[in-house]
């Protein structure tokens, strides 16, 4: 039997790597869009569709990433050269 290159064993292994990346991002992204849609529902909020939430939840994240982020030298204005 003849040995498969070197480089398409990479190839299959970072496609591996990353398709289980990716499988597990969504695991965790549905599991917070669904326990989202369930604490509203036992809240008692009304929404007008899926994408309203999906919206707000995309804004909470970007939100929340510009605060956690704003002390840092990437938005501290003191830092920043004219």
Known sequence: MKRKSRGMDRLIAFFIVGAMVLIILAILMGSYFFGFIGFLKVMGVEYESYWAIYLFLFFIFVFGFIAFFKDTHFF?????TE
């Open 76 to 80: 501290n204005e003191e830092c920043q």
